[in-house]
């Protein structure tokens, strides 16, 4: 049984982290979305087939050519024409059941293990979860545990079971794949795929989640998905803790980080390899300080994202944020993460500014960044690839472009 792995999406939603990336590729504790994905799938597959498209290399470079002893195949959706027209591609490369799974969402691996099953059995499945309020998604209609219908946002939904977009599929699929027309939204939809199957006769098994899913769509909602991942970090310690700091709780430091003298550091917490905190730096909250980055003298990060390089190294504060690679915050940057009204913070997104549901949200800053010294960010701001601030300057509007 093959996993197909749809990452070929830019995520315009997520801009301006994905100037430079795909959206798969964003890192949720450490490790890129995709490659957990595949790491779900790997107990249940014997090999992959990767839709990719946008910064295609990208996602080629990190996986390689097998992943977790499974061989890895790719193929190419140049125009990104929606989830069917990403299936359809696999069908050259798939001639057995398989599960589709998307690489840009948190799942956990006992869902993968129930669709996993399905096709094994010789069936179609849809992975659904039970939620408040389904009008914000596509909802299943079930009877006696298989689908009969799916509607998209219904303002009178048929249940309450939202449908996750994660499947299983045999091969006969790639036949109503070619028959799907082009929607009003432009894509070739794989509910409508499904509604095709339907209507031939074909089955689904309804497999109802109940564990972990996140669909990551919006640059606050990785640090959601973190929350949600960090929760099982078990402690282990590899690398350099010095005498006179103190590691309460979950935290990870691995093989080639450094803890120096007088740091706190309060779990869950992972210290990459490559990374130094300290000395006399306090990190909390669901944090990951990423390979080779570094939180430096006196400085406090709580519940935050740094990637690859992101440097914090004096007197600063940074909260509920998410730092690119090769970030440089100057010496006394402050970021805000609570509004005076204690309102929910809001942010850009697509040129709207958008509730994020989050009473505690810093920034948002790309690849490149540098802050000028005693620099303040507002709650929300977001700054795009190789923005600056100059000294002592406070921000209180998006700077850069893409954003």
């Known amino acids: 049984m093959k ?8 995520g315009t939603r997520m801009r301006p982290l994905t100037d430079s990336r795909p959206k798969p590729m964003l ?9 957990r994905v595949l790491d779900a799938c790997a107990p249940y597959v014997d090999g992959y087939v990767l839709v990719v498209g946008y910064e295609a290399e990208v996602i080629r470079e990190h996986v390689g050519i097998e992943h977790a002893g499974h061989p890895v195949e790719y193929v190419e959706q140049d125009e990104q024409l929606g989830t069917a027209h990403a299936v359809g591609k696999a069908g050259e490369s798939v001639n057995e059941p398989f599960v589709a799974m998307n690489g840009d969402v948190v799942v956990d691996e006992a869902l993968v293990a129930s669709l996993a099953a399905a096709a094994r059995d010789g069936e179609s499945a849809i992975a659904t979860m039970d939620v408040p309020d389904p009008r914000n998604y596509g909802v299943v209609d079930v009877a006696d545990g298989y689908l009969t219908g799916i509607v998209e946002k219904p303002a009178d939904p048929p249940s ?4 996750l977009g994660l499947y299983a599929f045999d091969p006969g699929v790639f036949e109503f794949v070619e028959a799907t027309e082009l929607s009003e939204r432009g894509e070739y939809e794989i509910t409508e795929t499904i509604e095709r199957m339907l209507a031939a006769g074909h089955a689904f098994r309804v497999v109802e989640h109940d564990g972990h899913w996140l669909d990551v769509g919006r640059p606050w909602e990785l640090l959601d998905a973190q929350e949600i991942l960090l929760e099982d970090v078990e402690r282990e310690i590899r690398g350099e803790v010095e005498d006179g700091a103190t ?10 980080a450094t803890v120096r ?18 000395p006399n730096a306090y990190v909390r909250g669901a944090t990951v300080v990423g390979e080779d980055g570094k ?17 914090v190294p004096h007197l600063s504060y940074v909260g509920d944020s998410v730092l690119g690679r090769d970030v440089n915050l100057g010496a ?3 970021v805000a993460n609570l509004r005076h009204d204690d309102a929910n913070v809001r942010m850009g997104v697509k040129g709207d500014r958008v509730d994020t549901g989050r009473r505690k949200l810093g920034v948002v800053v790309a690849d490149g960044v540098k802050t000028g010294i ?22 209180t509007r998006d700077r850069g472009e893409n954003l």
């Open 332 to 334: 006394g940057t402050i």
């Open 374 to 395: 005693d620099t303040s960010l507002n709650a929300g701001v977001k700054l795009g690839v190789d923005a600056t601030t100059k000294p002592g300057e406070s921000v």
């Open 247 to 256: 590691l309460e709780g979950s935290v990870v430091v691995e093989s080639g």
């Open 261 to 278: 003298t007088g740091s706190v550091v309060e779990g869950p917490v992972v210290i990459q390899e490559g990374a130094t905190v300290g």
């Open 3 to 10: 996993a197909v792995v749809v990452a070929a999406g830019e």
């Open 295 to 311: 939180v430096g003298t006196s400085v406090e990060v709580k519940n935050s994202i740094l990637m690859r390089g992101a440097t």
């Open 160 to 163: 309450t079971l939202a449908n």
């Open 27 to 35: 890192p949720i504790g450490g490790v890129p979305m995709v490659e």
